[in-house]
């Protein structure tokens, strides 16, 4: 079946930095490309940041371009998002997914962004 833990999060005042990362099971993690989504309090579930299954592409939200940085280790079956500059709207719970697979959402790591 398949996991995902993801993992990072905290507070962390304006202008400051994170590092999230995700552990997956329970599938080929490296035929899969893999999205990092954010749901803040209220508000629906969004996607954030994109990889493709060799990490040779990325996409990104309008209101993260620039500031965040999606990757991944193969090897590892992990994937991260380094999170720099980080503003109050990034406050929310932080998921990790994968394309074309249906399965269970991991806990998420809350990330809150307040002076």
């Known amino acids: 079946q398949m996991t995902l833990v993801e993992s990072g999060g905290g507070l962390v005042q304006p202008g400051g930095s994170l590092r999230l990362s995700c552990a997956a099971s329970g599938f080929t993690f490296s035929r899969y490309a893999m999205s990092w989504y954010r749901q803040a309090p209220g508000k629906e579930r969004e996607s954030v940041a994109s990889?493709?299954?060799?990490?040779?592409?990325?996409k990104y939200a309008e209101s993260v371009k620039g500031r965040f940085t999606i990757s991944r280790d193969n090897a590892k079956n992990t994937i991260y998002l380094q999170m720099n500059d980080l503003k109050p709207e990034d406050t929310g719970v932080y998921y990790c997914y994968p394309w074309g697979i249906v399965g269970p959402w991991g806990q998420g790591t809350q990330v809150t962004v307040s002076s």
């Open positions: 990889i493709t299954s060799a990490g040779g592409d990325t």
